[in-house]
T-cell receptor
Framework: AQTVTQSQPEMSVQEAETVTLSCTYD???????LFWYKQPPSRQMILVIRQEAYKQQNATENRFSVNFQKAAKSFSLKISDSQLGDAAMYFCALPFNISSGSARQLTFGSGTQLTVLP | DARVTQTPRHKVTEMGQEVTMRCQPILGHNTVFWYRQTMMQGLELLAY????????DSGMPKDRFSAEMPDATLATLKIQPSEPRDSAVYFC?????????????FGSGTQLSVL
């Protein structure tokens, strides 16, 4: 069974500072993707960044970057120059095969609520 | 911008009433997922469709929940009869065709309150 663990229910960061959100996972697959989704108060689930497991290089999207440690099964999200609009719940997610067909669905972690302090 | 549209955004109903939630996936997407989000359980998969066919609904209470895709532009999730424990946010998500659909696009969800 696949699992995704986010051990930090809440985090806070000062505006313009950097914060790192942790995620560990377990999977038997060798090739997979990992995602970070952001859920602001509007409830919309927004894809922040995606990492392909076979790639050595850590993914980067503007102020968002990941630290992917495949052997350790760790996938942390770093937010640089934090902005008030970054305040949201952040979910780490891992796709896995649904039993029927070739479909894949996402297993989500329990989330980390990020507060950005002005 | 293309997006997944869910209606209604909020629904308050009394126990025993029927609830229908609707989802319009992104045009051209051939996979549709229904997720339920609660504080206790987090995000749980309820049902999954590919090319309008239900492929997995093992996460859904069969006695009261049903999910359908009458056409490629509409997915529905119905609860009959509703119970207070069904109170949650229900998300629809659609995935792009081909590949393995890891990248999902979510709607804004339906906040359901069953009194």
């Amino acid at each position: 069974a696949q699992t995704v663990t986010q051990s930090q229910p809440e985090m806070s960061v000062q505006e313009a500072e950097t914060v790192t959100l942790s995620c560990t996972y377990d999977t038997s697959e060798s090739d997979y993707y990992l995602f970070w989704y952001k859920q602001p108060p509007s409830r919309q689930m927004i894809l922040v960044i995606r990492q392909e497991a076979y790639k050595q290089q850590n993914a980067t999207e503007n102020r968002f970057s990941v630290n992917f440690q495949k052997a350790a099964k760790s996938f942390s999200l770093k937010i640089s120059d934090s902005q008030l609009g970054d305040a949201a719940m952040y979910f780490c997610a891992l796709p896995f095969n649904i039993s029927s067909g070739s479909a894949r669905q996402l297993t989500f972690g329990s989330g980390t609520q990020l507060t950005v302090l002005p | 911008d293309a997006r997944v549209t869910q209606t209604p955004r909020h629904k308050v109903t009394e126990m025993g009433q029927e609830v229908t939630m609707r989802c319009q996936p992104i045009l051209g997407h051939n996979t549709v997922f229904w997720y339920r989000q609660t504080m206790m359980q987090g995000l749980e998969l309820l049902a999954y469709f590919r090319n309008r066919a239900p492929l997995d609904d093992s996460g859904m209470p069969k006695d009261r929940f049903s999910a359908e895709m009458p056409d490629a532009t509409l997915a529905t999730l119905k609860i009959q009869p509703s119970e207070p424990r069904d109170s949650a946010v229900y998300f629809c998500a659609s995935g792009s065709p081909g590949g393995t659909n890891e990248k999902l696009f979510f709607g804004s969800g339906t906040q359901l309150s069953v009194l």
